[in-house]
């Protein structure tokens, strides 16, 4: 186990994820400068249900993109692993901010073929659906599902419960699941609205040869 300072926000972060943020609180802007000095990692455990989620993603800070006057800061940083939060300390030794001791989770990334091309089928039908067509472009042949868990309409626990589950397999098939239940329901809607906008036009209508 080793100890990382903790930034808990209220959202899930994957491995492999960039994330943007602009940091304002005097314990964070701290945080920041720490993890620039000292070329450490922090962590993000969600902070969900009104309490600090067990899991978290370690994250390393990739740069500070703007300096503000009032000493606020817009960074950059990228998510590289999944971590379990084994003891939280409310405030680490003489900082302002929050600390943990961690315990790295690994992963198991053996994934399905079969399974990921029926996903992608599934995820194509829905951004075309949803008008969200460049996502897909943007996907690589051997994506993981992490990539995508944004993007399918999970709930945030839903995106908890992918950060939770080890198994890239079994992440597949959580993701196939959804996207089951989920994708007849947006077709039918988007049905109902192309019917909508039809009524009122002028329709030229075959009738019936009988």
Same mark, same amino acid.
């Given at each position: 186990?080793?100890?990382?300072?903790?930034? %808990?926000?209220? &959202?899930?972060?994957?491995?492999?994820?960039? &994330?943007?943020? *602009?940091?304002?609180?005097?314990? !964070?802007?701290?945080?920041?400068?720490?993890?620039?000095?000292? +070329?450490?990692?922090?962590?993000? %455990?969600?902070?969900?249900? $009104?309490?600090?989620?067990?899991?978290?993603?370690?994250?390393?800070?990739? $740069?500070?993109?703007?300096? !503000?006057? $009032?000493?606020?800061? +817009?960074?950059?940083?990228?998510?590289?692993?999944?971590?379990?939060?084994?003891?939280?300390?409310?405030?680490?030794?003489?900082?302002?901010?929050?600390?943990?001791? =961690?315990?790295?989770?690994?992963?198991?990334?053996?994934? +399905? %073929?079969?399974?990921?091309? =029926?996903? /992608?089928?599934?995820?194509?039908? &829905? !951004?075309?659906?949803?008008?969200?067509?460049?996502?897909?472009?943007?996907?690589?042949?051997? !994506?993981? @599902?992490? +990539? @995508?868990?944004?993007?399918?309409?999970?709930? /945030?626990?839903?995106?908890?419960?992918?950060?939770?589950? /080890?198994?890239?397999?079994?992440?597949?098939?959580?993701?196939?699941? *959804?996207?089951?239940? /989920?994708?007849?329901?947006?077709?039918?809607?988007?049905?109902?609205?192309?019917?909508?906008?039809? $009524?009122?036009?002028?329709?030229?209508?075959? %009738?019936?040869?009988?």
């Amino acid at each position: 186990m080793r100890s990382i300072p903790l930034f %808990p926000l209220n &959202l899930v972060v994957f491995p492999g994820e960039k &994330l943007n943020l *602009h940091i304002f609180e005097p314990r !964070y802007r701290q945080l920041v400068r720490d993890c620039l000095e000292q +070329d450490v990692s922090f962590g993000i %455990p969600p902070f969900l249900d $009104n309490q600090l989620s067990e899991l978290g993603t370690e994250m390393r800070l990739v $740069n500070v993109e703007k300096s !503000y006057a $009032n000493g606020e800061l +817009d960074i950059r940083s990228r998510a590289v692993g999944v971590f379990r939060l084994r003891k939280f300390e409310r405030q680490a030794p003489g900082k302002l901010y929050a600390a943990g001791q =961690i315990e790295e989770i690994v992963q198991d990334e053996e994934s +399905d %073929p079969l399974l990921r091309q =029926i996903i /992608t089928a599934q995820v194509r039908q &829905l !951004y075309e659906a949803l008008g969200l067509k460049k996502l897909l472009l943007e996907l690589s042949p051997d !994506y993981r @599902i992490f +990539d @995508i868990a944004h993007h399918v309409g999970f709930s /945030t626990e839903q995106e908890y419960q992918i950060l939770a589950t /080890t198994s890239e397999l079994e992440r597949q098939h959580l993701v196939r699941e *959804h996207l089951d239940r /989920t994708l007849p329901v947006v077709l039918e809607t988007e049905r109902l609205k192309e019917r909508v906008r039809l $009524n009122g036009h002028f329709k030229e209508l075959i %009738p019936p040869n009988f």
